[in-house]
T-cell receptor, first 116, second 113 residues
Framework: GESVGLHLPTLSVQEGDNSIINCAYSNSASDYFIWYKQESGKGPQFIIDIRSNMDKRQGQRVTVLLNKTVKHLSLQIAATQPGDSAVYFCAEKTKRRSGGYNKLIFGAGTRLAVHP | KAGVTQTPRYLIKTRGQQVTLSCSPISGHRSVSWYQQTPGQGLQFLFEYFSETQRNKGNFPGRFSGRQFSNSRSEMNVSTLELGDSALYLC????????????FGSGTQLSVL
């Protein structure tokens, strides 16, 4: 079936460096993408989203890039901090023909470890 | 504004029992989705409810069921529990709009012994 996956299961970075978390998706009909952050003992927390009519969107210290040609999504975190240590999930949605959206499909997740 | 509230936070059950989990969405949110999270399978979609109707369903056996009440609160039930049902069960709510950001609760950690 359709799936969303991640290239790297774990990513270790030094505090202050930039982090890049990658995600590949297989459903070419997907047109809405979200990044979530999940800290230990908590539910996933919304970080940033992007629609398929965009190729870049910026938030506070985070940037999401979308390459529809190769069906690739990435999350860039600038000046990574210890508080950024968590598991990051990409998720995708496709539009229903009848309107509205289908279920949100999550990737496997990447663990980001920030070292001082 | 209160976030998504899930109760109980932890549950321990034995095989063959049944369990009911509760979720209160963010005020004004009419869509409630349930996910199962395990280390091996990640986040798997169970079902979504909107206006007391199931709108989407994942690939789980019929032992997993849910419902939504008129105040948008939702419950999910798992009957005849199996060891493999041990997982974190997450509830998420959203506004019913094209940009459907899901807001998650902290989950219910279910352990089946």
């Amino acid at each position: 079936g359709e799936s969303v996956g991640l290239h790297l299961p774990t990513l270790s970075v030094q505090e202050g460096d930039n982090s890049i978390i990658n995600c590949a998706y297989s459903n070419s009909a997907s047109d809405y993408f979200i990044w979530y952050k999940q800290e230990s003992g908590k539910g996933p927390q919304f970080i940033i989203d992007i629609r398929s009519n965009m190729d870049k969107r910026q938030g506070q210290r985070v940037t999401v890039l979308l390459n529809k040609t190769v069906k690739h999504l990435s999350l860039q975190i600038a000046a990574t901090q210890p508080g950024d240590s968590a598991v990051y999930f990409c998720a995708e949605k496709t539009k229903r023909r009848s309107g509205g959206y289908n279920k949100l499909i999550f990737g496997a997740g990447t663990r980001l470890a920030v070292h001082p | 504004k209160a976030g998504v509230t899930q109760t109980p936070r932890y549950l321990i059950k034995t095989r063959g029992q049944q369990v009911t989990l509760s979720c209160s969405p963010i005020s004004g949110h009419r869509s409630v989705s349930w996910y199962q999270q395990t280390p091996g399978q990640g986040l798997q979609f169970l079902f979504e409810y909107f206006s007391e109707t199931q709108r989407n369903k994942g690939n789980f056996p019929g032992r997993f069921s849910g419902r939504q009440f008129s105040n948008s609160r939702s419950e999910m039930n798992v009957s005849t529990l199996e060891l493999g049902d041990s997982a974190l069960y997450l509830c998420a709510s959203s506004l019913d709009s094209p940009n459907e950001k899901l807001f998650f609760g902290s989950g219910t950690q279910l352990s089946v012994l």
